[in-house]
């Protein structure tokens, strides 16, 4: 069965400080990766997806991800926070072969100003 | 539609009385899948329609828990006889055929049971 882990609940920065949240995964065979951002009594908001193909993937508001096999991870970075970026952000994991996705337990980003 | 519609929006209800939660997918979408979040936590994975195909049901925490689907229309999620337990913010999510791109979710009904 396939799982996410997202070691970190809570992750604060500094605006204008770069930004990584952390994710890796266990999956059976070529995963399906992706990011989604939830803000307050909003329902999730896809960010972007690694299906195949560049291992560094960009997405919405200037965030990007780095597929790495080896390590089993998907973090997520973005070169320069804003305190609009706060929110709950959740991993979530599909290999191939199924259709439902397999979502981490989130993390809290918080951007100070 | 546009996107995902869910009614009602916010649901409060006495322990032990019976709720639905309606869920109206993005038009042409034929994958159809229920989420719960409990306060603080991460998505836990219901139910999942895909066309006239038999659902699964193996993410349903109990027999008080059922969901219908007719076509690639309109979901109902009814839970009988609920607990405190209950109280969460129940997710519906959409996706075409391929879902390469993973899903499109609603806003949620949040069930706060009393």
């Known amino acids: 069965a396939q799982s996410v882990a997202q070691p970190e609940d809570q992750v604060n920065v500094a605006e204008g400080n770069p930004l990584t949240v952390k994710c890796t995964y266990s999956?059976?065979?070529?995963?399906?990766l992706f990011w989604y951002v939830q803000y307050p009594n909003r329902g999730l908001q896809f960010l972007l997806k690694y299906i195949t193909g560049d291992n560094l993937v960009k997405g919405s508001y200037g965030f990007e991800a780095e597929f790495n096999k080896s390590q089993t991870s998907f973090h997520l970075k973005k070169p320069s926070a804003l305190v609009s970026d706060s929110a709950l952000y959740f991993c979530?994991?599909?290999?191939?072969?199924?259709?439902?996705?397999?979502f981490g337990s989130g993390t809290q980003l918080t951007v100070l100003p | 539609g546009a996107g995902v519609s869910q009614s009602p929006s916010n649901k409060v209800t006495e322990k032990g009385k019976d709720v639905e939660l309606r869920c109206d997918p993005i038009?042409?979408?034929?994958?159809l899948y229920w989420y719960r979040q409990r306060l603080g936590q991460g998505l836990e994975f219901l139910i999942y329609f895909q066309g006239n195909s038999a659902p699964d049901k193996s993410g349903l925490p109990s027999d008080r828990f059922s969901a219908e689907r007719t076509g690639e229309s309109v979901s109902t999620l009814t839970i009988q006889r609920t607990q405190q337990e209950d109280s969460a913010v129940y997710l519906c999510?959409?996706?075409?055929?391929?879902?390469?791109?993973?899903?499109?979710f609603g806003s949620g009904t949040r069930l706060t049971v009393v």
């Open positions: 999956v059976s065979g070529n995963p399906y």
């Open positions: 999510a959409s996706s075409s055929a391929t879902a390469n791109y993973g899903y499109t």
């Open positions: 038009s042409g979408h034929t994958a």
């Open positions: 979530a994991v599909r290999p191939g072969s199924a259709r439902q996705l397999t």
